[in-house]
């Protein structure tokens, strides 16, 4: 005898969860493509920067030298701030955009951080404490 389980319509969290997995199938398959291309882009860019990072304060084959070993030794540390000094000295871009490009996780870092700051400070205020009774 077959589950009875089995074939039951599936509830509103189900239908809600099965609707968002189609609508991300969708939205890769029109865009896809365009995120690859976009962030390969990305990322020679920032292959550029890095290099004019190094090339800023060596010579150029001192920077080559140490670039090729960031790469092959997979460094990554090193990274992240070459792309920074090469973009805001080098490239002289502004030091924000400079520090976005370079490490763009912080643009979900740092609104998390300071919203997690602004609760615990909230908590302590005396008016918080009066409407949570």
Request: charged share 10%; with cysteine.
């Amino acid at each position: 005898m077959p589950d009875p389980g089995f074939h039951m319509r599936p509830n509103r969290q189900q239908m809600h969860l099965l609707i968002a997995c189609q609508a991300v199938g969708v939205f890769m398959g029109a865009f896809g493509p365009l995120l690859v291309v976009g962030y390969t882009i990305y990322v020679l860019v920032g292959f550029a920067a890095g290099f004019s990072g190094f090339d800023y304060f060596m010579p150029w084959w001192l920077a080559v030298v140490l670039f090729g070993l960031t790469l092959m030794l997979r460094l990554e540390f090193l990274f992240p701030p070459a792309v920074f000094v090469g973009t805001w000295l080098a490239w002289e871009w502004h030091w924000l955009a400079a520090l976005l490009f370079a490490a763009p996780g912080l643009i979900i870092v740092i609104p998390a951080l300071a919203a997690s700051l602004f609760g615990s400070f909230a908590e302590r205020l005396p008016f918080a404490r009066s409407r949570r009774k």
